[in-house]
């Protein structure tokens, strides 16, 4: 046990000494993107990412380590200094210094997310929700009784609130930007249309990530024009000292898109967790036998069943085209029982085929 001991206290030293230098690499990033910034250069250079990949291989190997683990060390460290060149990159615009931002909804999951974004810029930020205040910032139980002389005003409720809110700032509407922030726009476009006939500069936008994103890297946000290009174009500026991928999309064309891409997603996950809790067989035994297949799929269904069911609930049921999706999710089981069912093995290979070449064809990852 003595021996055991002091290994484990050699271990523990080297975990002290590689977090060190990890806070050193850190330190190092976060200069380099001040020295991007000043040069005028973007935060992300794929080129350079590609040689930090392939150095940490070179080392792992002089060192007889693997490749997959240099690799994935590699990966998290350049997303950690990319975090910190982003959110340094925020900081110093400032674009809010000397603005008042007020969030309805900005005691929620993306309504805080939102909270912390904007008074990163240095915005004043104040939250009006019927929660009680979860952070440091002024907090009002009702948004009617706020006098809205703010600069930015974010609709950030659900998607039913958020529908009722928009209709009601039409009646008298605030001089600064609105947008919501809902993950869907055809509820929402009645409200959204009055408000931009009544003079309003709103727009629409969606963060397609979720409250606990740090680095907007390669993360897509879609802005939605209610006929107002200059709201929009407000809007998207907020968002210009991040790498995030900006989109603008039409009404309609939002909402069908998402119906597939959040829509059929979740249900899946939703009908694949539901099939295993049905099953009887207990999580444990399961994983004990899993594939790589497996593992992968039971994360994802596992991050989705710890999500707000009042929203994904929404997102269903509120969606326009929501019954195109899951009706193709059907039919598309349907036939692969019935392929399984009657051994008819051209009709199950037809379908892995067809998929195969869709995505292809579609840029999607092999």
């Known amino acids: 046990m003595n021996e055991l001991d002091s290994i484990r206290d050699q271990l523990s030293d080297v975990d002290r000494q590689l977090f060190s230098l990890i806070a050193r690499r850190q330190a190092l990033a ?23 990949v392939e150095r940490a291989v070179r080392l792992a190997r002089e060192n007889q380590l693997g490749d997959h683990l240099a690799e994935a060390i590699a990966l998290l460290l350049i997303e950690a200094s990319l975090t910190v060149q982003e959110r340094s990159e925020v900081v110093q615009s400032a ?21 912390r974004f904007l008074a990163s810029q240095d915005y004043e930020v104040e939250v009006a929700d019927p929660t009680p205040p979860v952070s440091a910032h002024r907090h009002f139980l009702n948004w009617r009784d706020i006098s809205l002389d703010h600069d930015i005003v974010v609709v950030a409720a659900p998607l039913r609130a958020s529908g009722e809110i928009l209709a009601q700032l039409a009646e008298q509407p605030p001089a600064g930007l609105v947008f919501d922030i809902g993950s869907l726009k055809t509820p929402l476009r009645s409200s959204l249309l009055r408000l931009a006939a009544a003079g309003a500069s709103v727009t629409s936008v969606h963060p397609m990530f979720g409250p ?6 390669g993360r897509h946000i879609v802005f939605v024009d209610v006929g107002n290009p200059e709201a929009t174009r407000r809007a998207r500026a907020l968002f210009e000292s991040t790498m995030a991928i900006q989109v603008e999309m039409d009404l309609d064309s939002h909402d069908r898109v998402i119906a597939f891409v959040l829509g059929l997603s979740h249900a899946l996950n939703i009908a694949f967790f539901t ?19 497996f593992d992968s799929q ?20 509120l969606n326009e085209y929501g019954f195109v999706a899951l009706d193709k999710l059907s039919g598309a089981v349907e036939r692969l029982r019935t392929a399984v069912r009657e051994g008819d093995e051209s009709s199950f290979s037809d379908m892995m085929t067809a998929g195969r070449v869709y995505l292809e064809r579609k840029g999607g990852k092999r």
């Open 212 to 217: 606990d994103t740090e680095l907007l890297s």
């Open 30 to 52: 976060l200069e380099i993107g001040r020295s991007k910034s000043k040069a005028g250069l973007p935060t992300r250079d794929f080129a350079q990412e590609k040689i930090v």
């Open 275 to 293: 099939a295993l809790a049905d099953s009887g067989e207990a999580v444990p035994n399961l994983i004990e036998f899993s594939s790589t297949t």
């Open 95 to 115: 674009r809010g210094s000397g603005k008042k931002v007020l969030v309805i909804g900005g005691a929620g999951r993306m309504g805080g997310w939102m909270v």
């Open 298 to 317: 039971i994360e994802v269904a596992r991050k989705v069943a710890e999500e707000n069911p009042a929203l994904y609930f929404e997102i269903q049921s």
